[in-house]
Structures are given as C-alpha cells and as structure tokens.
C-alpha cells in the first residue's frame, strides 16, 4: 500500500564512505525528486527528474548523483561523504494531470543520513 | 527566482484557539502552485492543499481554511478550534512549471513551527 517508499530509513556512516539511498513510487507517476531537510528542517530541492529530463539544483555537490533504472525508482547516490552531509533526504514524486497540471508532490517517509 | 517567506518561526496557543500562519512568496511565473504540508513530530510530510495561480477561490476543509489572494502574493492558512494534534511544523510551498512542461521541484518556506498547549 506504501506510497513512495525509501531504504533505509537510518543510514549512519563514515566520513569519505560511498552510500545510495532507494526510492521506490507505486502510484504510477511520470516524476521523482529528492530533497534534503537540514538541522534546522529547511528543505530543498536537489534534483527532479521524468524520463526525460534531469534537473539539477547548481548548489548541488557533484558527489551526489540520481539513477534511475525504471520510472518507478530513483535512487540517490553519494560519494565521500562529508560531515555536511548529514540531514533528512525525501523522496516525493507527482504526475501530470488532464490539462497538463501536476498534482501534489507525495514524499516518501525520509531517510536520516548521519556522517561521523 | 522563486521565494517563499514564513515570517512566523514558531507559534504557540492554547488548545481551541483559532491560528493564522502566515505565508508570502514571490515568483515571475504567471502560472505557478502552491502547496501547504504538515510535518508532524514523527518525521513525514503530509500534503494539505494545493492551489493554482489561477484559481483564487479560498478553501475550507474542516477546521482547516486557506485564503489565496495575488493581490498581496500571500496564501495564508488558519486552523480554527486549534487541537493538541496539531501540533506540527507546517510549510508553505511553491512550483512552477518548466519551459519543457516538466512540474518544478517545490521552494519551501522555512516552516512555521506550531504548538498547541493542553
């Protein structure tokens, strides 16, 4: 029934270390993002991405990078982790309506990254 | 560039009180949404409402209103007869729409953080 789903929900991990996190949506939609929710709950939109096209916020590190094998799923990967890196990520996606409008993004339920 | 702006950081009333949080945005798009979420302490993002540039109707559901006006670029939402429940950080949202018609990721506000006193 899970909406959009993320793995794992906890991921503590070294300085320097390579990790992913999953992103899996069962509602059919045409969109995915992630977003990162730091210490002080400010969100921010990393990438979006449709089977067409990537977006990529510019203040994004080139260390962090999606994958998507199908539509359903996009993953996030990161590579040397940093201290800074530690926050909340989110995954959401959304599908665009009759007329062209999209609907509401859906979140997935986060992912508590913590970097020591 | 787009810009949303919750002034009201945190805000705390007692239980059944009525409460407005703020929220102002600014954008250059002429078609644009706005979105309302609730994180409650557990962690999630839970949607409340959406609301088209071009649709300026305000919205009611249950104790929850929203007032959209363009005039004063402000999508405002009230809780009426505050609960303990509701207790949350709530953020105010905006997107656009690409060029290529691709939806825009969100711009968050900062969130306002609301506590209901017993």
């Known amino acids: 029934d899970t909406a959009v789903s993320q793995t794992p929900k906890y991921l503590v991990t070294q300085m320097g270390n390579d990790k992913s996190i999953k992103c899996e949506q069962n509602?059919?939609?045409?969109?995915m993002y992630w977003y990162k929710q730091d210490s002080k709950k400010f969100l921010k939109i990393m990438f979006s991405?449709?089977?067409?096209?990537?977006?990529i916020n510019e203040t994004v590190p080139n260390r962090f990078s999606p994958k998507s094998p199908d539509k359903a799923h996009l993953n996030l990967h990161i590579n040397s982790l940093e201290l800074g890196d530690s926050a909340v990520y989110f995954c959401?996606?959304?599908?665009?309506?009759?007329?062209?409008?999209?609907?509401?993004?859906?979140f997935g339920p986060g992912t508590r990254l913590t970097v020591l | 560039a787009q810009k949303v702006t919750q002034a009201q950081t945190e805000i705390s009333v007692v239980e059944k009180e009525d409460v407005t949080l703020d929220c102002v945005y600014e954008?250059?798009?002429?078609?644009?949404?706005l979105f309302w979420y609730k994180q409650p302490p557990s962690g999630e993002l839970v949607f409340l409402i959406r609301?088209?540039?071009?649709?300026?109707q305000n919205e009611i559901s249950g104790r929850y209103s929203w007032n959209f006006q363009k005039s004063t670029s402000s999508f405002n939402f009230t809780i009426t007869a505050s609960q303990v429940v509701d207790s949350a950080v709530y953020f105010c949202?905006?997107?656009?729409?690409?060029?290529?018609?691709?939806?825009?990721?969100?711009?968050f506000g900062k969130g306002t953080h609301l506590i209901i006193q017993p």
């Open positions: 959401a996606s959304s599908s665009r309506l009759a007329g062209g409008a999209y609907n509401e993004q859906f």
């Open positions: 509602l059919g939609h045409d969109t």
């Open positions: 991405y449709n089977n067409k096209e990537l977006i």
């Open positions: 954008t250059r798009d002429t078609t644009y949404y």
């Open positions: 609301r088209n540039s071009f649709d300026e």
């Open positions: 949202a905006l997107s656009g729409v690409y060029s290529g018609g691709g939806a825009d990721g969100l711009t």
